[in-house]
């Protein structure tokens, strides 16, 4: 695809429906989610839905109960559905402090909540990583197994309501379509997502038919990201966390399993991931490199498998610039790879195993968040969808642990010390918090 639609794209993504609010209402603030900025020490911002339109949206925010900021607030409609949503982002803010924060309208009953900003310099912290999530009895539960295990932010790498199910297809037609399922899903991760940031990517699914030219238009109404990814692709953005550096995809501009994005970017993707893996590897704070999006790059499950379009153009790119970990969805279970470098296993890397992420990198599969299990993999045999969108066979040497069930994975990361490596340990759990899986990550 040529870069031309590219940069007629460029403006239609990001452009929002702007809101004017008429009138007051009385419903309260919902569906309230945060979201880092491009400098997550320092940028916040605040989002959440009313089921109308409102007068005088405002939000305050402090580091006391006096709180003492008033946040200016933009307001966006959505197609088919009433519901508008707002994002108001707080600038200026302190490394590593805890703010309060306070969402009113006039008529309306008003939502406080908490954040804490990025630290300064590094320190030990949690992630969760999880894609494929819906609204369901197991994604609720997951919800609550996160707020038991107090992460620092969430990285969620696509399909997060379904509310589109024809997953990016169309087939269907507007039979597959039920906006108000986001609704529903910003509700039920609130409890978790009003105080710990969400930071969201694509995943087939939101690719919704109707929602412009990508399909993105009914996400990007409803997160701020960023802002600092690929021109023309507001989904892509980077930040840094203590001593991580999170790089956030599209994969769908580079997947041949589901090619409706497929080349949209060109290769603009391929040379700004390039660039900001460079950059991040040489920030003397940056101990590892993490990269989310939702098509998976190793995986035996037989539903999806792996995808042939992201290996060719992506992996020579990890490689080069020692990526320690990729976090994908898609397929709905739990799978983590050896460590991989040219496409082979460098080392095995069992349960428990503690590995030198210079060695290779580590793909992770952490599908399981909700949406129905697919319970065909870890077979000795899967494919990998081409660059032509040919099933290829081939041999599942990379696997080390497959789990079809549901579950989150969370990341305990210490900075490196005198004498002391970095580590990043993953643990994976199971709904009802069982360990499925642990492996440690160690650099320098």
Known sequence: MS??????????????????PPGASAAPPRGVHLVYGADARRTMTISWATPGSVARPEVEVGRDRGLGMSVPVRSTGSRRTGTVYHHATVRGLEPGTRYRYRITHRGGALRTGTFTTAPARPVPFRFAAFGDM????AAAAHVALMNKQQPDLAFVVGDLCYADSSGGTGAGGPQTQDFATWDRWLRQIEPSARTTPWMTTVGNHEMEAGNGELGYDGYLDRFRLPGNGVQGAPVTYSFTWSNVGFVALDGNDASSEIDRNNGYLGAAQDRWLDRRLRELRADPDVDFLVVGFHNCVYCTNLVHGSDG?????????????????????????????HPMRAGAPVVEAGRGAVVDSRRGTTYLTAGGAGQAVYPTGGLPLSYVTDEDGLRIPEATTYASVVENTHSLAFLDVTPRS??????????????????????TLRRG
């Open 3 to 20: 870069t031309s639609r590219r940069g007629l794209l460029a403006g239609a993504a990001v452009t929002p429906l702007l809101w004017t």
């Open 134 to 137: 819906g609204v369901n009895a």
């Open 309 to 337: 379009g992201i290996r060719a153009r992506w992996e020579p790119i990890f490689d080069r610039h020692g990526v320690d970990l990729v976090v994908n969805g898609h397929n709905h279970c739990y799978e983590r790879s």
């Open 418 to 439: 005198a004498g002391r490596p970095a580590t990043m340990r993953l643990t994976a759990l199971a709904t009802d918090g069982t360990r499925i899986d642990r492996v």
